[in-house]
């Protein structure tokens, strides 16, 4: 019904202007009157919602309780009335005398040529802006995988704020450029019998190109700064030996289980950060948003990069967004930008070169389950759960099928964490009664930016939604576990809690300054061995997620000679890290950088591997 008034008041008063304004009767003048009133209206009406009277969902009626339809069309009418009324005062007060230019080809163009660089420099400007509020500090590798991965299962509301935000501001700056640009007209004034020339098409012309030209330079440099694009130079044409050189393989022989194998339980939690911590515990809150996790990490092992107990790992190249977490941890290395054509989430082709703890586990005879709100399609994360381990996959679309959420459920990602954890509970009771070790794998996803998912049953503690989704979330995390350490499997399965990255969230990127943002982390239940390690081992440790992967194997008993895998070190031995050996800016420097050992032999499948 929305869409049905944003065409019939437009044409209303486009038939209005043809029949009682304009003098031109041509056919082909009187389709662009239409369109100019269509494009006018509509685009007015909607950026009124949306930026002078503070409507959200304005493209989505259905969410909107009271009159909305009401209250656009009566908007629509009177933005209409405006155009008309001052349309004919223009009629009436100015001259306007049709320009002739020597060179109408070359003229008309120019005009088409500026209209494309300052829509250019206008949706890279809007765009970058809209990225920024949206998603934080999006790395130039994060940009590139998910252009070119697939876009299944993501949370729809980012579709819906792509066109209220940089599609609806640079649709309204282009169509007022174009109105200009096309101006066709001298203008001028009568004043005592004289005509006084206001502006002339030929000044419209020159002020236009030059308009142009400078907004696709300063807003294509704002993208390019925002978004460390240069970057990407270094990921296409700097070969780096880096990760070659550093690169340890998992296989038979460097890997020794333990007679009796531990189960492993992964709880990714999405965007938890130290910075949610109170100052006085070393974050940066004035009051602790994490207080059951606090309370928690008591009971177990946290690796800090600084001397307090709480700290986790430090921002890595090809790390920084919930599919990367996942392939750090879960292989050792970075995701890194396909440079040679292929690409990620295909079917049978996730880094098909590289082995996972997935595969590692696999062949240990493990039953391996993960579970997602979202669907797991979203950056081809049910290629790699299938291809590295062959994991029960319980995501939004398998819970359809099982019958756990009706056919058109979708909340948030899919479903909310809220069901999540009940699906867990169920899952992990099956799991422990198949008689073998397993592996389980959950994502949370109501702390995700840009303001997080709020559950019906969640306090209200603080003034703004994201604090509130945290602090519910992250003591819905804690009962969970409790409910696991309730269980008889708890005593042979240990626990690995991790925020999978920073949190995008503007509210966070952009006003945390002067701080080291570091993500949560806590291992419980290790094995026995390790509960006897010297407090050094945990404390001012400068790494990276992709140490997680060897580090989770030893946390379950696994011995790992040499104690590095992938690029990653094991945490628990105290070895030194790549970040500790060389520095984690320098490591990330030469992260960046193109690998041609990464995309032969991991990205793709090696000629010499089955």
């Given amino acids: 019904m929305l869409w049905l008034f944003a065409v019939i008041i437009p044409l209303a008063f486009s038939l209005a202007d043809i029949l009682f304004i304009s003098k031109d009767k041509k056919i082909k003048s009187r389709i662009k009157t239409v369109f100019r009133y269509l494009f006018a209206i509509d685009l007015t009406t909607f950026f009124t919602l949306k930026y002078v009277l503070n409507v959200n969902n304005i493209f989505q009626s259905s969410l909107h309780e009271g009159p909305y339809i009401l209250i656009f069309c009566l908007l629509s009418i009177f933005i209409g009335f405006i155009a008309l009324l001052l349309k004919e005062i223009i009629r009436r007060v100015l001259v306007l005398e049709k320009a002739e230019p020597k060179n109408k080809k070359g003229v008309k163009a120019l005009k088409i040529i500026s209209v494309i660089l300052f829509s250019l420099g206008t949706i890279a400007y809007f765009a970058s802006i809209w990225g920024m509020e949206a998603f934080g500090n999006l790395s130039p590798d994060q940009i590139i995988i998910n252009i070119t991965s697939p876009v299944a299962g993501n949370e729809v509301g980012v579709y819906y704020s792509v066109f209220e935000g940089p599609v609806l501001k640079s649709a309204f700056a282009i169509f007022i450029f174009s109105a200009i640009t096309f101006f066709p007209y001298n203008?001028?004034?009568?004043?005592?019998?004289?005509?006084?020339?206001?502006?002339?098409?030929?000044?419209?012309?020159?002020?236009?190109?030059?308009?142009?030209i400078a907004m696709l330079v300063g807003g294509c440099t704002f993208?390019?700064?925002?978004?460390?694009?240069?970057?990407?130079?270094s990921a296409y044409f700097f070969d780096s030996p880096f990760i070659e050189e550093n690169y340890?393989?998992?296989t038979t022989t460097n890997l020794k289980f333990p007679e009796q194998k531990r189960n492993l339980i992964l709880i990714y939690l999405e965007s938890m950060e130290n910075t949610f911590l109170s100052k006085d515990l070393g974050g940066y809150m004035e009051e602790n948003l994490i207080p059951d996790l606090t309370k928690l990490a008591d009971e177990g092992y946290v690796f800090s990069h600084t001397n307090s107990k709480f700290g986790g790992f430090l921002p890595?190249?090809?790390?920084?967004?919930?599919?990367?977490s996942m392939v750090n941890m879960g292989f050792g290395v970075p995701m890194k930008v396909p440079t040679d054509g292929n690409s990620y989430g295909t079917e049978g082709n996730f880094l098909p070169g590289g082995t996972a703890i997935g595969d590692i586990l696999k062949n240990q005879g493990y039953e391996q389950t993960v579970m997602f709100g979202a669907d797991a399609a979203f950056g081809g994360l049910d290629h790699y759960f299938k291809l590295h381990g062959k994991f029960n996959i319980i995501d939004h679309s398998a819970a359809i099928e099982k019958g756990l959420i009706p056919e058109d459920y979708y909340v948030w990602w899919g479903y909310e964490d809220d069901k999540l954890y009940e699906f867990a509970k169920n899952e992990l009771t099956r799991l422990s009664n198949t008689g073998k070790p397993f592996h389980f794998i959950m994502e949370t996803a109501d702390t995700h930016a840009p303001e997080g998912y709020l559950s019906p049953k969640a306090e209200k503690k603080f003034p703004d939604q994201y604090s509130n989704a945290i602090y519910y979330s992250q003591a819905e995390a804690v009962k969970f576990v409790r409910w696991i350490q309730a269980q008889p499997f708890y005593d042979n399965t240990t626990i690995v809690i991790i925020g999978d990255h920073l949190t995008m969230a503007s509210c966070i990127s952009e006003t945390v300054k002067n701080y080291q943002r570091t993500c949560f982390n806590l291992i419980l239940n290790p094995a026995e061995d390790l509960k006897k390690l010297p407090e050094s081992r945990f404390k001012n440790r400068q790494w990276a997620s992709?140490?997680?992967?060897p580090t989770m194997l030893s946390s379950i008993g696994v011995k790992v000679y040499g104690n590095h895998l992938g690029i990653g070190t094991d945490l628990f031995s105290g070895e030194k890290t790549l970040f500790e050996e060389y520095g984690g800016n320098e490591v990330n420097d030469l992260l960046t950088q193109k690998s041609n050992f990464y995309n032969e032999n991991i990205l793709t499948r090696p000629k010499n591997k089955n």
């Fill in 187 to 212: 203008i001028f004034l009568i004043l005592k019998e004289k005509r006084h020339k206001i502006i002339s098409e030929f000044v419209l012309r020159v002020v236009s190109i030059l308009v142009a």
């Fill in 223 to 233: 993208g390019i700064t925002k978004f460390q694009l240069l970057d990407l130079v």
């Fill in 248 to 250: 340890v393989a998992p």
């Fill in 316 to 324: 890595s190249t090809g790390a920084g967004w919930s599919v990367a």
């Fill in 546 to 549: 992709f140490d997680m992967f």
